[in-house]
């Protein structure tokens, strides 16, 4: 199986930006988590980090091309603004989980609506890195065609 874990703006400065709400691991051993994730469970991963939204829309129009079976994404602030992220999700109708590394349930109310989230058949929030992990063994466990 073939997932695509994306992450949206500012992903890319954990372990730099605000700590206390995203803690104080790096971006690199985010990366780390997932590459050890896809070898737990004998899958192939990409990672793509984008601060542009139009290049996190082609990346997702690439999935449909190129054999991807799943998408996990973080949206990060595009989450709450994004249609043209929740329109290319919805147009290449492969299963994806939301992750918020923050439980953004409980933060302010412009973070309180998901457009990604409308094409997403799961969402983890507040668990941290570990939301990630949980996000990719879920597509694994429902998804993986070859574990039928
Ligand atoms: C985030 C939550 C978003 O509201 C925020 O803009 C982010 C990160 C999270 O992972 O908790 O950049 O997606």
Redesign the pocket.
């Known amino acids: 199986m073939k997932i695509l874990v994306l992450n949206g703006p500012?992903?890319n400065m954990l372990g730099i930006r605000e700590k206390s709400i995203y803690g104080s691991e790096t971006y690199e051993d985010l990366l780390n988590l997932i590459k050890e994730t896809a070898k737990e469970n004998k899958i192939e991963v990409e990672v793509y980090q984008s601060n542009h939204e139009g290049g996190l829309v082609d990346r997702i129009q690439q999935a449909y091309f190129d054999g991807t079976e799943g998408i996990v994404i973080?949206p990060?602030?595009y989450?709450?603004t994004s249609v043209a992220i929740l329109d290319a999700l919805k147009g290449v109708s492969l299963p994806a989980v939301e992750v918020?590394?923050?439980d953004?349930s409980q933060r302010e109310d412009f973070?309180q609506i998901s457009y990604a989230g409308m094409a997403c058949v799961k969402t983890i929030m507040g668990k941290g890195f570990l939301g990630y992990k949980e996000g990719m063994e879920f597509l694994v466990e429902k998804y993986d065609r070859k574990g039928e």
């Open positions: 500012n992903l973080n990060a602030a989450t709450h918020h590394l923050s953004v973070r």
